[in-house]
């Protein structure tokens, strides 16, 4: 029995690195894309549907560590499963809006957009790193591995709310900028 586990955590680890590889590459990819796919006017409410999504996953990032800091492991679980099921609608608005819009430039000048640009370049570098971090946390408290979650989630969730809080105010001060 423990040989069918270790076998299953090895798919679940080679699937993690996987899809740790897979998003950046893909979002990298769509990025590069100079012809941009029409899927109609609605896909130019997505970048404040995403300011919306980040928004959220602070907030339950946030109310996540408040809860378990209470003891409220089942509650804690399920607002932690809310965030990560906000990180994937995130996604997929965020593939899709550079699936069907070009990028948008940043238009502040001076120290405002030293800071802006510091924000983004952090929130994106990090991005990359908390992605299999977040995935590996979620699988271990998953399949019960408290110690193993509670060690990595250390390191995760302040990266994690680094990077949807610094979504959050790289939005902001590009929403005047859209078109």
Not at 39 to 67: E, M
Not at 76 to 92: D, E, N, P, S
Not at 131 to 148: D, S
Not at 158 to 166: A, G, Q, R
Request: proline share 3%.
């Amino acid at each position: 029995m423990k040989e069918v586990r270790v076998k299953q955590d090895k798919i679940s680890m080679t699937l993690i690195n996987v899809v740790s590889i897979a998003v950046p590459l893909v979002v990298a990819i769509l990025l590069g894309i100079r012809q941009k796919v029409d899927l109609g006017a609605w896909t130019k409410v997505l970048p404040h549907v995403i300011g919306g999504i980040n928004t959220l996953t602070s907030i339950s990032l946030i109310y996540g560590l408040f809860l378990i800091k209470q003891k409220q492991i089942e509650r804690h679980r399920k607002v932690m499963t809310l965030a990560f099921l906000l990180g994937g609608v995130f996604l997929v608005c965020y593939v899709l809006y550079h699936l069907t819009n070009p990028s948008t430039s940043y238009g502040g000048e001076g120290f405002v957009r030293y800071f802006y640009y510091f924000i983004l370049i952090s929130h994106i570098l990090l991005s990359l790193v908390v992605l299999p971090l977040v995935l590996r946390a979620y699988f271990f408290a998953w399949i019960g591995e408290y110690e193993l979650h509670r060690k990595l989630t250390k390191y995760a969730f302040p990266i994690w709310l680094y990077v949807s809080i610094t979504g959050v105010v790289a939005y902001l001060m590009i929403e005047p900028y859209y078109v």
